[in-house]
């Protein structure tokens, strides 16, 4: 995975379309999703006529997108052409952050893929082979969702990608249910997928569960199950209705999920532990464990015995563990209740 090298899970803000065809919008949401700490941001590429039959229904909720056909809302939000995703990407670089864009049809992909590091695929195009024959030709990484997909449908979908040489592919689990009640999250999911495919793509985690339903705590989880790209919807208000706004996390949600897995990812790491793992605990080591020291007033020439000894802190003298090497041993002179054990006591 060697398109996206990062310390912690690569995060793709998915604008898609909230910036509603406003070019400015569409920057201003490059801008605040860059300041906060994203590495990629996401659009979406499509003309409605060749994306979805007119009488396509919704499936969405209709109490946050009251837009009954797929056809008409997607004609809201398609008035970008070529130079707008160019102008798009050239703000993106000038940001220092990824830009992406999901292709949903063929006649786009000759001028912007190679604007793109990889090419994310929807979840809905998982059995579109006719898409993912085209978009693997360019032998460009891809990142592919599997939301509302079954294991043989990943695997064929795999077996497309890599039967036309694709060399690196990421599989997003991913809910297809807009927004996603928390309890639907199923990240369950991210454990199988790297179980089951685990050989042949890496794996991350697209989604669609509101921010402010459990403060994100979706996407943290799913760092810690290895997730390694993390993918979810942004927007300027999520206030806002219809499009994604609703389900979308803003520049300060995603300015707090980056710390958080800058967080993670330090408390996780495990290649200092061997050299500085001990050493910082070292204080602790010396004062929390215990050493031996006499349990009672005990005379010279005696022979000291289990109960002559006690463990107490700090542990600066002998171990307790090596006790058994000093019983049966005699006192060389007299010792006080409560005296550290030395080996000089001995005769």
Known sequence: MNFFPSNTPYMIAEVGVN?????????????????????????????????????SPSYWDLSEEPTKSQFELFQKYDNFQKVDYEELANHCDQHNVAFVSTPFDLDCLDW????????????????NALLLEAVAWYQKP????????????????????????????????????????????????????KENFGARASIGYSDHVKSDACGNDQLI????????????????????????HYH????????????????????????????KGLEIQDTAIRNARRSLHFSNDLYAGHTLEKNDLIALRPGTGITPSHYESLIGRRLEKNVNAGKRVEVGDFE
Not at 112 to 127: E, H, R, W
Not at 171 to 186: G, K
Not at 223 to 235: Q, S
Request: hydrophobic content about 45%; proline content about 3%.
């Open 112 to 127: 912007l893929i190679p604007l793109m590091p990889f090419v994310k695929i929807a979840s809905a195009d998982i059995t």
């Open 19 to 55: 910036h509603g065809g406003d070019i400015d919008l569409a920057k201003s949401l490059i801008e605040k999703a860059a300041a906060a700490g994203a590495h990629a941001v996401k659009f979406q590429t499509y003309k409605s006529e060749k994306l979805a039959a007119k009488d």
């Open 142 to 193: 891809i990142v592919l969702s599997v939301g509302a997909s079954n294991q043989s449908e990943i695997s064929t979908a795999l077996d497309i990608l890599e039967g036309c040489g694709v060399q690196e592919i990421v599989l997003l689990h991913c809910i297809l249910q807009y927004p996603t009640p928390p309890q639907f999250a199923f990240l369950e999911q991210i454990d199988l997928l």
């Open 221 to 244: 989880a799913a760092a810690a199950k290895g997730a390694l790209i993390l993918e979810k919807h942004f927007t300027h208000d999520k206030q806002l209705t219809g499009n994604d």
């Open 248 to 275: 979308a996390m803003d520049e300060f949600d995603l300015h707090l999920i980056m710390n958080r897995l800058n967080n993670l990812n330090l408390m996780q790491s495990r290649s200092d532990f061997k050299t």
